[in-house]
Structure formats: structure tokens, C-alpha cells
């Protein structure tokens, strides 16, 4: 019998449609005050982010405390580059973006480099030719010493690569700024600020991931916590290093350029591109690693790639989320991203279900509008129980429904799509072939 | 001879590096005792021991916790916290000298932590492992803004006043005063007397073996529950002692006051590896006087302090991922 059903996508779409349309024409014809219209783009982006931990965490396994840390730095990596655009603030318009693709290409080339020279390779064969006569920690040192200075004749050649690309591409994309019209360069220059946050993002988790995600599960989250920690000390500091980033004062006059349109479109894309990862082939390897490491490498799944690659692209939604807060507001401050904050991803995809789409964008609009509303619920004078009436919400959930809201469900065009229904003649086992080995067996 | 020829070479190498290295530490060592006087640096060595061994009290909680159900109780620094502010109502509300005041906090910061642990993390015991992660960073959320209200204790910073006069002694330039004295003191023999409960006691026994293997522990009769109540209040009375050295050492206490020193304190446990008691208690002394080294000696050091503490934890994982005294872990097929 056939199932007859709408297509998945339909009602999902018909729900994203809704809630677009209903919050864009409530706010244009003024029934949602401003407060309430941010609180709903504070919420999408807290879905962004939690989304990228999900697919680290929840999909792959990787028990990471550090997501704030990647926020951060798609937050002021694309306030760097727009607040540019704005107040020329490096002396030219494009200093702080030229800068930054530069150094992102210089840093991908190293990594290309390195990945082709084929290191690994190099020392084992130092290590065997040598093996014969040094001692093993002997034979580490002196094969590690030509991986050294391969690396740093690498990434001198990045270095000079970046400083020649910076000189291009500041003049070339000057010169594009200053021809195009207003709005079209202030939209290309946002796009542009999103994109270099989120790559940016996911550079650093892939340059802390490859290391780190060799340790053990909860090692792996110890450590990630200290990454958070040491980008919001950084942060805190940052006026020694850039004077821009105004270190524990907050880093202001950045345009607020972020939009509920914006908000819903970047993440209408990235739920699509992060659905579509997640029932490809690489996708199912990811969760395969989750389910059972050491099962899926017999099975000839690349684990320790397939780990820095969920954690890149979780760096890389990270990045994204915090590029579009950055633009909210216009303003950033160090104590946006401690780490107090930083558990409220955790927290929203361990409340969603871990593993579940749905429940995550379901939890980050529920406990972002819970904390908000808070606020305007609570009577004079109470607004302080926020954060008693938060936590003890959030035990009784936890303790009601330890799996989340959602558990691993997800719903509409999000869930896994069925098997096509065909006709598979399944094979006949005879009972007597059953028994014959049963009684073998026994 | 080639292969001689090689052979020496190579060696020779790996041993000038070995020896450049260690040469540069020593160098290192000397700079930093050369910069300020050998005088500042021995001070700053033993400000460090002092921070050490209060972040050791902490790390002990983390470590026989995490030993015992596998979990990272992030509300510990908020227990900690409330020994420092319970020692405080009985030293100024009620006048109590030093001794009563330390047995309070350390009792109540027992029954809280037993408490939180029955009802926050017993019934989750057979769910997943992130769902009392969770809970537990509930319970810390709760306790820093519950008591940071104006009717428990405030959200502002409050001048501890300390229930013993300060004196220092001036030992050839070295200042050390009672507070450090007490605080080593203290801190000595609640290890020695934690040690003897794990090492020669029954109850110390039955939590070992509860560490080891949970369900073969209660097939020799042993309440699993309670050995896992007694191992939270255990910890928490280490934290409350700790919450009162660490406000007579630094006589300003705030409801947040616990998330710095308890991360700080956890990290030591893990740099120590995990579950390791003299792991913690090395970790943690190691932590404590990096941190005051940091500080006294690094341009902009008091600015940079958590950068470098957990750059230090890093670069450790990295080197040996399990900590110190931590042992590899078995991977299960």
C-alpha cells in the first residue's frame, strides 16, 4: 500500500514561510516593539550557532565546550572589516578585509603545502632508517628536526604570500568600493564580513582541532574550554595588539547592518547546507563516528579527518552566528563570549535533543525567548530572579526528560527520507537451513 | 664506518639539542631570579605554593568526583564559594573565632553538595552522561544568581574581615605571614586526613572500589548511593574549607567569586590527570605558581594570567594527554 503524503518539504517550508513572513510584517506594520524583533534575530543566531555544535557534538561525538571562542571570532573578525568600510579606521576602506582573506589564503596554502610534503611519511622513514642505532626518543628528535624546518620555509613562504596578496587585494577591492554604488558595496562588503567571519572560524577549529581532537572525550572538552578562555583573555586585551578592538572597554561603531531578513536568510541556508551534509556520505561516516569510533575505522571510515571536519564546519556556523550578532547591536564587548555564555549552546542542543535539528532550533528560540521574556514578565523590582527561574527550568527539563526535547527525532524535511518503496524480493530462509545451524551451533 | 660516522653524528645532535634546551631553561630560570632580586623571586615562589595549595583543597573535589561517577561538577566553585560567605555571616553576624567558623562552612558545604547531589544528579545517574553536565551547570547557575539576590547575600563585592590578626614575619627579606602558615597548615592536614580515610578506613575502601567498578561494588554490598553522597560531601568540605582560606587570603567575596578559582582548581586536577589525588595535589601547586610567577614577572602578566594557565594546560595535553599521574585510558572494543 502506498503512502500518500505531501512531500517533506512542503510543510517545513510552509512553517519557515509563516514565521518569516509573520515577524518581517509585524515589525514593518510596528505590533512587535524593536526589543521583540531582536529578540527573534538573537534567536536565529543562537540557532546558527548551536546548530555547528550540534553537528559537532551531537552528530559527531566531540564533546567541545569551546563553540564560544569561534563565535567570538566571527564576531570580531567581521566587525574588523565592516567598521573599515565604515570609518576607514586601517586608512583604507579594505585594509582590515585585504588583510584578512590574505592571511586565510597564505594560512590554506601552508596547510596545502604541508599536507602535500607528505610530512608524516618523511618521518616515519627517518625514524626507520634511524632506528637502528638511536634510541627511540632519540629518533623522534632528529626526525622531527627537518619536519621543523620544512614547516618554517613553509610558512615564511605563507607570510610572503600573504603580505603580497594583502598589497593586491587592498588596492583592487578599494578601487571596487569606491566605484560601486553605496548600497551595493555595503551589502557585497556584509556578505563579504560574514564569509570572512565564518572561514575565519573554521581555520582556527580546524588549526586547534587537528591537535586536539586526537584526545579523549571529556580531555577533548577540558581542553576546548581553556581555548574559549584563552580568545576571551586575548579578547579582553585585544587594544594592545589592534587599538580598534578597545580590549575590556567594547569595541563600538560597528553599522548595525544585521536584519531579520539577513538573519533568516543566512540561516535558511545554512539548515539546508547542514540537512544536505548530514544525509550525504560524509554525513552518515560523521555520524558513524559518534555511534562507535573503532567500528567505523574498521569500516574504513577516515575518523581523525571526518572529527576536524565536523569541527571545522561547526567553527565555521560558529563564525557565521557571531558575524551576524556582531552587526545587531554595533557594539561588542569581551563579556558577550565568557564562559559563563559560552555553556548556552551546550545547553540548548543537550535541551533540544542531541543529534536532532529540530530540536535545536526549537531550543535556542525557547531559551532565548524564555531569558528575554523573563525580563518583561517578571514585576518591578524581581528581575533579577532571570537567572534562579532559568536554571530550575532547565533541571526540571533535564530531569523530566533527560534525551531532550526532541531526543534524535527531527520532523517535515528535515527526517531522514524513506527508503523508496520497491518491490525487493527478500530471501527465503528455509526454517530448516535455521535449524541446521542452530543445531550446529549447539 | 659511514654508519659510525652517522651514528655519532646524529647522537651528538640530539644531545646538543637536548642540552640547548636545557640550558635555555636554566638561563630562563636565572633571568627571572636576575630581574628582581632572588629575594622577589622566592616570594613569588611561595605566594604561588599559598595559591597552590588553596586551589589543591578545591581540585580534590573535582577529582575524587570526577573519579567516582565520571562527572564534571561545575557547581563546585559555587559551593566553594558558599564556605567563604557562610564563614563570613559566623565571623561578623555571630563573632565566631576562626576554628568554629572553618567546621561550619566545611559542614555546610557538605550537606549543600549532598543535597544538590540527590536531587540533581542521582535520578540522572542511568542517563546519559551530558545530561548531569548539564544539570550541574544548572545547580551553578542557580547558586551564583539565588544568592547574589538582595535579600541572600547581594550582588556586591563585601569586605571579609579577617578573625585573626595578620603578622608578618620578615625572614632575610622574604615576608611570609600567619595567614600562609595557617593556610598550609590547614591544607596539610586535611589531605593527610583525607588520604587516611581513602587509604586505611572502610568507607575509603568501599569508595575505591566503587571508582573501579561500579556494579561489581554493589554485588559485594556496598551502597553505591551512599558511597557516592559521602564522596560529594567529602569534596564540598574541602571546597568550604578552601572558600575560607581563599577569603582570608583575599579578603573580598562576591556570589561570583567561585567561577574562577573552581575552573582554575579543575583544570590543576586534570593537568595532575584526572581522578588522581596526588595529581590534583600536584597540578594544582603547579598551577598556583605559574600563576604568581605570571603575574610578577610576564609585561602585563595580571592581565594575561588565564591565557597562560590554560596555554600551560594545552601545551601539557599535547606533550601527555592524559595529565601527569593520569593513566591511559583502556579503549573499550
Known amino acids: ?442 | 664506518m659511514r654508519i659510525t660516522l652517522e651514528k655519532i653524528g646524529l647522537r651528538s645532535l640530539v644531545w646538543a639539542i637536548y642540552a640547548a634546551l636545557a640550558a635555555g631553561i636554566l638561563w630562563g630560570i636565572v633571568a627571572l631570579i636576575r630581574l628582581n632580586g632572588p629575594i622577589f623571586f622566592i616570594q613569588a615562589i611561595i605566594d604561588g605554593l599559598r595559591l597552590g595549595f588553596m586551589y589543591a583543597l578545591i581540585a580534590l573535589g573535582y577529582t575524587m568526583v570526577y573519579g567516582i561517577v565520571r562527572l564534571i561538577n561545575f557547581a563546585h566553585g559555587d559551593v566553594f564559594m558558599v564556605g567563604s560567605f557562610t564563614s563570613f555571616y559566623a565571623i561578623t553576624r555571630y563573632g565566631w573565632s576562626f576554628v568554629p567558623a572553618i567546621l561550619l562552612a566545611m559542614l555546610v558545604c557538605m550537606a549543600l553538595n549532598v543535597v544538590i547531589e540527590r536531587v540533581a544528579y542521582k535520578p540522572l545517574r542511568n542517563a546519559p552522561r551530558i545530561a548531569s553536565l548539564i544539570t550541574a551547570i544548572g545547580v551553578s547557575f542557580f547558586l551564583e544568581y539565588f544568592t547574589a539576590l538582595r535579600f541572600v547575600f547581594t550582588a556586591d563585592f563585601i569586605t571579609y574581615r579577617r578573625p585573626f590578626e595578620v603578622i608578618v614575619w620578615d625572614i632575610g627579606g622574604v615576608l611570609i605571614s600567619n595567614i600562609t602558615i595557617i593556610i598550609v597548615g590547614i591544607t596539610l592536614a586535611l589531605l593527610l586526613s583525607l588520604q587516611f580515610i581513602i587509604r586505611r578506613t572502610k568507607i575509603g575502601k568501599a569508595m575505591r572500589a566503587t571508582a573501579l567498578d561500579k556494579p561489581a561494588a554493589r554485588l559485594m554490598g556496598i551502597n553505591v548511593d551512599a558511597i557516592i553522597s559521602f564522596t560529594f560531601g567529602l569534596g564540598a568540605a574541602l571546597a568550604g574549607a578552601a572558600g575560607v582560606l581563599y577569603a582570608i587570603a583575599f579578603p573580598q567575596i562576591l556570589t561570583f567569586m567561585g567561577i574562577m578559582p573552581g575552573l582554575k582548581a579543575f583544570v590543576a586536577a586534570v593537568l595532575g590527570g584526572i581522578g588522581s589525588i596526588p595529581g590534583a595535589f600536584v597540578g594544582s601547586l603547579l598551577m598556583g605558581t605559574t600563576d604568581v610567577l605570571v603575574v610578577s614577572f610576564m609585561p602585563m602578566g595580571s592581565r594575561l594570567r588565564d591565557l597562560i594557565a590554560f596555554l600551560i594546560l594545552i601545551i601539557v595535553f599535547l606533550v601527555k594527554p592524559t595529565g601527569i599521574f593520569g593513566e591511559p585510558q583502556a579503549e573499550k572494543v
Not at chain 1, 182 to 198: D, Q, R, T
Request: proline share 4%.
Open chain 1, 1 to 442: 500500500m502506498k503512502r500518500l503524503s505531501l512531500p517533506s518539504w512542503i510543510p517545513t517550508l510552509a512553517v519557515g514561510l509563516v514565521l518569516f513572513l509573520g515577524v518581517f510584517f509585524a515589525r514593518s506594520t510596528g505590533s512587535i516593539s524593536a526589543y521583540r524583533y531582536q529578540v527573534f534575530q538573537i534567536a536565529l543566531i543562537t540557532a546558527i550557532s548551536a546548530l555547528g555544535l550540534n553537528l559537532i557534538y551531537g552528530f559527531n561525538g566531540q564533546f567541545s565546550l569551546g563553540h564560544i571562542g569561534f563565535y567570538a571570532i566571527g564576531a570580531y573578525g567581521s566587525a574588523l572589516i565592516t567598521k573599515d568600510y565604515v570609518s576607514g579606521w586601517s586608512g583604507s576602506k579594505a585594509g582590515a578585509l585585504s588583510w584578512m582573506m590574505a592571511a586565510q589564503i597564505g594560512v590554506v596554502l601552508a596547510l596545502v603545502c604541508i599536507r602535500l610534503l607528505r610530512l608524516d611519511r618523511l618521518q616515519k622513514r627517518i625514524t626507520l632508517h634511524t632506528s637502528a642505532y638511536l634510541k627511540p626518543h632519540e629518533a623522534r628528535v632528529v626526525s622531527t628536526l627537518p619536519l621543523l624546518a620544512i614547516i618554517a620555509a613553509v610558512l615564511a613562504l605563507a607570510v610572503a604570500v600573504t603580505l603580497g596578496l594583502h598589497q593586491v587585494l587592498n588596492q583592487t577591492l578599494s578601487a571596487a568600493m569606491t566605484s560601486l554604488p553605496k548600497e551595493i558595496g555595503k551589502n557585497l562588503v556584509f556578505v563579504l564580513a560574514i564569509l570572512n567571519g565564518g572561514t575565519m572560524a573554521a581555520l582556527v577549529a580546524y588549526l586547534v582541532g587537528l591537535p586536539l581532537l586526537r584526545l579523549g572525550s571529556d580531555y577533548f572538552g577540558i581542553a576546548t574550554l581553556g581555548f574559549a578562555i584563552m580568545i576571551y583573555t586575548a579578547l579582553q586585551n585585544s587594544d594592545l595588539v589592534i587599538e580598534t578592538m578597545k580590549g575590556a572597554r567594547g569595541m563600538v561603531a560597528i553599522p548595525i547592518w544585521t536584519n531579520w531578513s539577513w538573519v533568516m536568510g543566512v540561516f535558511v541556508l545554512l539548515v539546508i547546507l547542514l540537512r544536505n551534509l548530514l544525509r550525504s556520505s560524509h554525513g552518515r561516516a560523521i555520524i558513524s563516528v559518534r555511534e562507535d569510533e573503532i567500528a567505523a575505522q574498521t569500516m574504513g571510515v577516515d575518523v581523525n579527518q571526518l572529527k576536524t571536519l565536523a569541527f571545522a564546519v561547526g567553527g565555521l556556523f560558529a563564525g557565521i552566528g557571531g558575524a551576524l550578532y556582531a552587526h545587531l547591536y554595533g557594539f561588542l564587548h569581551p563579556s558577550t563570549f565568557n564562559i559563563i555564555k559560552g555553556f548556552d549552546p551546550l545547553i540548548i542542543i543537550v535541551l533540544g535533543g542531541l543529534g536532532s535539528m529540530t530540536g535545536t532550533v526549537l531550543a535556542s528560540v525557547g531559551v532565548v525567548v524564555l531569558i528575554e521574556e523573563l525580563r518583561v514578565i517578571l514585576p518591578q523590582g524581581f528581575e533579577d530572579w532571570r537567572f534562579v527561574i532559568y536554571p530550575i527550568i532547565l533541571l526540571m527539563v533535564m530531569l523530566l526528560r533527560s534525551q531532550g526535547i526532541m531526543g534524535t527525532n527531527e520532523w517535515g524535511w528535515f527526517r531522514a527520507p524513506l527508503p523508496p518503496e520497491r518491490d525487493i524480493p527478500i530471501p527465503n530462509r528455509t526454517p530448516r537451513a535455521s535449524a541446521a545451524t542452530q543445531s550446529e551451533d549447539a
